[in-house]
């Protein structure tokens, strides 16, 4: 065991290399360039050498080589640097983003299991019928919608019946406040697009909960219990589920880890501001030092979780550790 | 449309079982999978209005009417008219072309390289297998919106781009399902005995691999082309997709959908509706080919 | 100069069931109540806070308020071009010298937040900054101030600018919101040290940051202006999506945007919240151009390049797209009702103006034929930014339909886009022009030849224009200037077809009622330190 986890931990190392490399050369091939358009977002002259040495003090002028080993090695010293488009450290403009889309992302993912589960059990218990097709033509509505599509709606719901019912138009708040500063504030922000995000991520795992579901319910021991004469709602319980979780909190795990970055859009919506939002102004800024740590972070995310799945599933599966 | 009939061909040849006709094929498959079907005509009315939008469209979806701003649907404008006073409806007649050519090019390009390095890696497994899978998981790593905004960022906007954009981080996707089909494949005594014929692996890969991951490359397709329509329709949102004035779902909910939602309603709820429904009918599609033909592939 | 009629042109209106603006200064108004927050959204955080370096609007509207400039515009009449006031200075000085020597006198007992003196050699040491940026640091406006020779501080409460030749562009210049007055002590132990870090003498001290969602102030109570701010605090909240900030007025999580607002979200405010919600309008000095590439074919030909222009119908358009953009004026290359400015009828002989737009396109077409191009296509470069650029973009490639150019719009972030345009990498381009304080004089240098001009992209080379402009900037008279800027516009605009005018933007404001004291004003960069703004809640 203990040798599968070390093997799989040395594999992360290549993974998150790659993916260094890979948004590394990524960015430099987008054109464009952060010091000019640093000094010349609006209208206004700018000096070439201004632009020169803005280049030389953030280190643009090095070569590739030596700016990628630059990046490596703070990396792996957990030590980010500074953003090249506010100049600030990038842990203190990540801290605060980093916060509410964690707490975005957990309720989501609640908001998720919550209907995933009850939802995809009964579509299995009930398959083949019209309460199957109800659930699932539901579900499959989720993805379907336009994220920022069904926000603006949710938005302008909110405005048009809080005029009509409290008299004054309401509006979720636009500005973050921690749970533990202003716990209602909070919440009736970050409520709307939880329950958005987690509709929408919900309908994957739903399918996944019906499908696996309805294969433990072919296995052996179910048929056994259910000879036994066990009642349906009992061996479901009891005997299905338990089996038939495992790959559906695979499945919500991995999402998870996405919904960390992935939020780019319901974050535009609702005027979040997350780590996708801060991901899109980065790029967008050609802020370098900023895309590179928002996509280590992501990529870590991605890959300490999968790490995590991989090790639950050896763990309880012994064929997979010789595999 | 042709999806079905495509499929039709492919279950006969790797089921053995006889299927009397074609027609009654897609009647049973309707009838054990209703809203499979339900997906299934969806997708063929959308094809067919893409197909004739110049004989469907009343108006030129480009042309500015300043003259006819902010029509309500009426007997002239259908679904209503815009900021620039164009038809809403012939807009999005033309938008289904879009958001077909945008779906099944993304889909489909980004299923066929997936279909070769999944192969491929199952095939030679070893290190290329391992090289391979690592690139894979690199590429799995981005969430799949950060990659298309990354590559977005280096070529620019515009439909072509955008199919780009969105068939590059399919690849990965695809690659990883077809690879774990294909592994089992490689496993089976016909492989063992063409190789110990002496074949070449290009023949080995062609004639006997390819032909039998073929179905869930062809589910991949399916469910990709919904997953590529609202790619799009999030790029648009954001400002990179497909740009003004080329008639685009996507694109009218972008600046429409928010500014005009309250007063001039139709221009969001229209094509909003028609990404839906699209989406929907490919995924519902796309979940029942997979029941019927490759269960295996649930978590796509 | 002709004021009122300037005044008329960039008047002021309210809209629909919305109160009368009743902060206009007149005798009898209700005095200003103290206290309060000020929410109000904008859409971007700035790279920087050195007002010296950057360049956005989204610099201004937080940070202006922690800062005292040497003069500014005046605060109850922010629509004129010529009304300046002194705010650390105590009075407006007459320059000696022939014009040359300007001299002002500072305000005694002004302190920095920090509790520390503001004195002349603050205010010099600042304007150095400006004016001749040291190794090491930039400013974005060292070309306005390309007349001045120097700027000393005889001693502590004195500040004398020598210019080089006398000059009607300086004292607007001067005027430019983005000049802080830094303290020399800070810039002494690093001239950077205001990139990063906030302290001025302005009515409002920084009460913090929130990476990316807001930066707040709070009250100075030590502010110059005895009684200012009224304000308790103010916080500037970012939001990036237009829809999200006509929302978040709506459900009064802010109670004014100082950017401006398309005109349909203004009548769904309105309509919304009627008397809640009280809108204001002006001219804006801001211009939407579209500029062809000189350098690549076919527009090297200057009778592709007017048929370019003869194919747009400024005066329809100016009807139409007033109701769905920013924008509204028909105007040439100097701000709508300005002295300086074409009048209609001088207008309608320029090509593109013409009264009678199917012989203008009917010219059009014959242009585009003799030079046989007849079925010209190209790429229109344009900003993804949806007011105005992607309206009046899509507007144009409809317009030159009609004379059957087909086009396609290819729109770029704003760092693409820069980029673009800086290695004239494109067919056409969007293009625009975009000043604070009105200053035609200076504001023009945008149409100069590319190597001299101010972000001049055509790629281009007309020495006689810039003969014309040199000319323009030396007159002293205003019929004098009046008639070179005539020559200047029609050059640019008919004869040699640089770079076109297409519609000058419309700013509107609609805020909350219960704010009051501020005054919309030509440009969304000034007037912005909310020294007398008010709630009245």
Redesign the interface.
């Known amino acids: 065991m203990y040798q599968y986890i070390l093997k799989r931990l040395l594999l992360m190392i290549p993974t998150l290399l790659g993916a260094a490399l890979l948004v590394f050369l990524l960015l430099r091939l987008v054109p464009g360039d952060v010091c000019v358009l640093r000094m010349a977002g609006g209208a206004g002259y700018v000096d070439p050498k201004a632009i020169d040495l803005c280049h030389a003090e953030l280190g643009l002028d090095r070569s590739y080589v030596v700016q990628f080993l630059d990046f490596i090695w703070g990396f792996v010293r957990f030590d980010f640097g500074k953003s090249m488009w506010t100049g600030r450290p990038i842990v203190e403009e990540v801290a605060l983003r980093f916060e509410l889309s964690l707490q975005i992302a957990i309720m989501a993912t609640l908001t998720a299991i919550m209907l995933a589960i009850p939802l995809g059990t009964i579509s299995a218990v009930k398959q083949n019928t019209w309460i199957d097709y109800v659930v699932r033509a539901f579900s499959i509505a989720g993805i379907a919608m336009p994220s920022f599509w069904l926000g603006v709606l949710i938005i302008l719901g909110l405005l048009i019946t809080s005029k009509s019912v409290f008299g004054s138009p309401w509006m979720p708040p636009i500005k973050y406040v921690p749970l533990w500063v202003d716990p209602l504030h909070n919440l009736s922000m970050t409520i709307f697009p939880a329950l958005a995000t987690g509709y929408r991520y919900s309908a994957v795992a739903t399918r996944m909960t019906r499908s696996a579901l309805l294969e433990v319910l072919r296995e052996d021991y179910v048929r056994t219990a259910r000879a036994k004469g066990l009642v349906q709602k009992l061996i479901i319980r009891r005997h299905a589920l338990g089996n038939a979780l495992l790959p559906v909190v695979t499945i919500i795990g991995i999402e998870f880890a996405f919904l960390m970055g992935g939020l780019v859009v319901t974050e535009q919506v609702f005027n979040l501001n997350g780590l996708g939002k801060l991901f899109v102004a980065s790029v967008t800024n050609h802020d370098y030092t900023m895309t590179q740590a928002l996509v280590m972070l992501v990529a870590a995310i991605f890959v300490v979780t999968n790490f995590v799945v991989d090790i639950v599933y050896a763990w309880l599966d012994p064929r997979i550790r010789y595999k | 449309m042709t999806i079905a009939t495509d499929l039709g061909t492919k279950v006969e040849l790797t089921d053995e079982r006889k299927a009397p006709s074609r027609l009654s094929a897609i009647g049973r498959f309707a009838r054990r999978n209703?809203?499979g079907a339900a997906g299934g005509a969806v997708i063929i009315v959308m094809v067919l209005v893409a197909m004739f939008a110049d004989f469907i469209a009343p108006y030129n979806p480009?042309?500015?009417a300043?003259d006819r701003?902010h029509e309500p649907p009426s007997l002239e404008n259908w679904l209503g008219t815009d900021?620039?006073g164009r038809d809403v409806f012939s807009r999005i007649v033309y938008g289904a072309r879009t958001a077909l050519l945008v779906g099944f090019a993304s889909s489909f390009v980004g299923a066929t390289f997936g279909l070769v390095l999944g192969v491929a890696s199952a095939y030679f497994s070893g290190k290329i297998d391992l090289i391979l899978q690592?690139?894979i998981?690199?590429?799995?790593?981005?969430?799949?919106?950060?990659m298309a905004?990354?590559?977005i960022?280096?070529f620019?906007?515009?439909a072509q781009n955008v199919i780009i954009a969105i068939t590059i981080p399919f690849i990965p996707r695809c690659a990883r399902v077809v690879r774990s089909s294909a592994l089992a494949i490689r496993e089976l005594p016909y492989i063992d005995a063409a190789r110990a014929n002496g074949f070449s692996h290009t023949r080995i890969i062609l004639r006997h691999m390819i032909p039998n991951v073929m179905a869930p490359f062809l589910i991949m397709i399916t469910a990709f082309v919904?997953q590529a329509i609202?790619l799009e329709?999030?790029l648009s949102?954001?400002?990179?997709g497909v740009?003004?004035?080329t008639p685009a779902w996507?694109l009218m909910?972008?600046?429409g959908?928010?500014?005009?939602?309250?007063?001039a309603p139709w221009i969001?709820i229209f094509p909003?509706i028609a990404?839906?429904?699209?989406?929907?009918g490919f995924?519902?599609f796309g979940?029942a080919l997979r029941d019927e033909f490759d269960?295996r592939l649930?978590?796509l | 100069m002709n004021l009122a009629k300037y005044l008329r042109a960039a008047s002021i209106i309210a809209v629909g069931a919305a109160v009368a603006i009743g902060f206009s200064g007149a005798p009898g108004q209700a005095a200003p109540k103290k206290g309060g927050i000020l929410n109000f959204v904008v859409p971007d955080e700035p790279p920087s806070w050195d007002g010296h370096r950057e360049t956005t609007f989204a610099l201004i509207h937080p940070f202006a308020p922690f800062y005292s400039l040497l003069i500014k515009v005046n605060p109850e009449n922010p629509s004129s071009p010529t009304d300046f006031v002194c705010d650390l200075c105590t009075e407006m000085p007459t320059p000696t010298d022939g014009g040359r020597t300007y001299t002002f006198k500072i305000k005694q007992g002004v302190k920095f937040h920090d509790g520390t003196p503001l004195t002349a050699q603050d205010v010099v040491a600042s304007y150095k900054k400006i004016i001749f940026p040291p190794e090491g640091t930039t400013s974005a406006r060292v070309a306005y101030f390309v007349m001045v020779d120097s700027v000393s501080a005889p001693d502590d409460h004195t500040v004398v600018f020598k210019l080089k030749y006398p000059s009607g562009a300086f004292i607007p210049a001067l005027a430019t919101p983005y000049n802080f007055i830094y303290s020399k002590a800070k810039l002494d132990q690093d001239i950077r040290w205001y990139e990063k870090n906030v302290m001025g003498s302005g009515p409002f001290k920084f009460a913090g940051r929130e990476a990316g969602a807001s930066v707040r102030g709070e009250r100075n109570n030590d502010y110059h202006v005895p009684g200012q701010p009224y304000l308790d605090g103010f916080e500037a909240i970012f939001s990036n999506k237009q829809a999200v900030r006509v929302q978040a007025i709506r459900g009064d999580r802010a109670a004014i945007e100082f950017r401006g607002f398309p005109p349909k979200s203004r009548d769904d405010l309105v309509e919304a919240l009627g008397g809640d919600i009280t809108v204001q309008e002006s001219d804006w000095n801001c211009v939407l151009l579209f500029t062809p590439n000189h350098k690549k074919k076919p527009f090297d030909d200057v009778r592709v390049r007017r048929a370019l222009t003869l194919a747009v119908d400024r005066w329809d358009g100016s009807k139409s797209l007033s109701r769905i953009a920013i924008v509204k004026a028909v105007g040439g290359v100097v701000f709508p009702g300005h002295p300086l400015a074409a009048t209609k009828a001088e207008l309608e002989q320029i090509p593109g103006f013409w009264p009678d737009i199917n012989k203008s396109r009917a010219e059009a077409k014959r242009l585009l034929q003799e030079a046989g191009v007849s079925d010209l296509t190209f790429v229109l470069s344009n900003r993804a930014v949806d007011q105005p650029y992607t309206i009046v973009g899509t507007w144009l490639i409809d317009q030159w339909r009609q004379i059957g150019v087909t086009v396609e719009q290819k729109m770029e972030p704003t760092g693409p886009f820069y980029a673009r345009l800086r290695s004239q990498d494109f067919d056409v381009t969007m293009d625009f022009n975009c000043q604070s304080v009105v200053n035609p004089l200076l504001d023009i240098g945008k149409f100069l030849s590319t190597d001299i001009g101010n972000e001049s992209y055509g790629g281009y080379t007309d020495r006689d224009l810039d003969k014309i402009f040199e000319a323009m900037n030396r007159a002293p008279e205003e019929a004098e200037q009046r008639k070179l800027m005539r020559q200047f516009e029609k050059r640019v605009l008919d004869e040699q077809a640089h770079s076109f005018v297409t519609l000058w933007w419309n700013r509107i404001i609609p805020h909350r009622s219960y704010v009051k004291g501020w005054k919309i004003s030509p440009s969304h960069y000034l007037n912005q330190d909310l020294a007398n703004v008010w709630l009245d809640k």
């Open positions: 209703p809203l480009v042309a500015n300043f701003m900021q620039y690592r690139i998981d690199i590429f799995m790593a981005f969430p799949l919106i950060i905004l990354a590559v960022a280096i620019g906007t515009g919904g609202l329709a999030s949102y954001l400002g990179l740009q003004e004035p996507g909910l972008q600046g959908a928010e500014e005009y939602a309250e007063s969001a909003g990404i839906s429904l699209a989406v929907f995924s519902l979940d269960p649930r978590s």
